[in-house]
């Protein structure tokens, strides 16, 4: 049904106000006579986990596509990574020695913007968490160059709440991980993980599933910290074992820089990877 046609029938914002007016009686009060796309406590109900998976994949999807955006960069890391001049602050050392990766961040997602910026933010449009850490790292670049960025936030008891630097259009909140995982990959033309924890190495192995079961097309994965993911994971261990194949550790490369990522990417888009 096309713009013209769906105006013959009264929309919904209408009715919905309408109904907000009505005279307050027993009956309007009653939970039964709300408008069922009004109605938040039955929206919440167990029945409609589906139309509220559906939701979830749509309103992104509908803003995403409103902005004109057509690919994204994809930014993984850790939310307890410190920025180097609060690294004083970290509960580890490690973390404290990790902190070189926030400035590495900042430093990838403002080539990548000032990248984007020449296809007016259509094109390689900086992708987080949305959260602290590498995440705020990542907007924050992007804000540096002047440009947008997006932030996938999700609903926790802890840690997760919009960075700053967000662009405030393109700030978004999930439910459902599911979900929030699929709009990290839909559009995504680079994979890059810097160091983190559980919900890095989820999304992480999440993203190099997809990719080696053929699940979605091949692109530049980047590990930022060659040191950090060997001390974390034996990859070829996985190989010998025969758990994966031997190719499959061929699907991502480790860098350091943020300017060695970029070339990787560039190197790609010409075709010479």
């Not at 990290?184 to 190495?201: D, Q, S, V, Y």
């Amino acid at each position: 049904m096309n713009e013209e046609r769906a105006r013959r029938f009264r929309d919904a914002h209408s009715d919905r106000n309408t109904a907000e007016q009505v005279p307050d009686t027993a009956q309007t009060r009653a939970p039964a006579y709300r408008l069922a796309f009004a109605d938040t406590e039955f929206l919440c109900r167990e029945e409609l986990r589906p139309v509220r998976l559906q939701l979830e994949l749509l309103k992104p999807e509908m803003i995403l596509n409103e902005r004109g955006i057509e690919s994204t960069v994809v930014m993984f890391g850790g939310a307890r990574i410190p920025e180097p001049s609060k690294k004083a602050e970290a509960r580890t050392e490690t973390l404290a020695d990790l902190s070189k990766y926030y400035d590495e961040a900042r430093k990838f997602a403002q080539i990548v913007t000032e990248r984007s910026m020449k296809s007016y933010g259509k094109e390689y449009v900086v992708v987080t968490g949305g959260g602290p850490g590498v995440m705020e790292a990542g907007n924050r670049g992007a804000k540096d160059a002047g440009g947008s960025s997006i932030g996938l936030n999700i609903v926790l008891p802890f840690e997760q709440a919009p960075n700053e630097y967000v662009t405030p259009g393109l700030c978004f909140n999930f439910h459902y991980f599911a979900i929030r995982k699929m709009h990290f990959l839909m559009r995504a033309r680079a994979i890059c993980c810097f160091p983190g924890g559980f919900g890095t190495l989820d999304e992480m192995f999440e993203a190099l599933t997809l990719i080696q079961t053929e699940r979605m097309d091949k692109v530049p994965f980047l590990l930022f910290g060659e040191s950090f993911w060997r001390s974390i994971i034996n990859w070829e261990t996985l190989a010998d074992a025969g758990t994966i194949s031997a190719e499959d550790l061929d699907l991502f490369q480790f860098v350091e820089t943020a300017q060695e990522a970029l070339d990787i990417i560039e190197a790609w888009d010409n075709g010479e990877e």
